[in-house]
């Protein structure tokens, strides 16, 4: 068993910035690929960037390079930096644990998830 709990959600400015955090507890993380999703009112939950065992990073195209994922395996916590945001950014955003080398955007491919928190970006 994994738990995950994001923070860093928050209201923010068109144009602004912020960055959340996962914390990871239970299992050894670093067996764990890691994503980030989002869910805005009335939508799916899409793949936001993912990360893999060895440390390398796939990111949606929605997100236009925007953002960043990065992880640290020695305190178990995977990040994403949000930078330029704009309102269409605003969502709950999930992180989430695949028992598995490779990242994937399908939410069902993932074992476990966060509680989620919210982005709100004003413009």
């Known amino acids: 068993q994994v738990q995950l709990i994001e923070s860093g959600g928050g209201l923010v400015q068109a144009g602004g910035s912020l960055r959340l955090s996962c914390a990871a507890s239970g299992r050894t993380f670093s067996n764990y690929a890691m994503g980030w999703f989002r869910q805005a009112p009335g939508k799916g939950r899409e793949f936001v960037a993912g990360?893999?065992?060895?440390?390398?990073?796939t990111y949606s195209n929605s997100i236009e390079g925007r953002f960043t994922i990065s992880r640290d395996n020695a305190k178990n916590t995977v990040s994403l930096q949000m930078n330029s945001l704009k309102s269409e950014d605003t969502a709950v955003y999930y992180c989430a644990a695949r028992s598995a080398l490779v990242v994937t955007t399908t939410p069902s491919e993932y074992n476990y998830w966060g509680q989620g928190t919210p982005v709100t970006v004003s413009s």
């Open positions: 990360i893999n065992l060895l440390g390398m990073s």
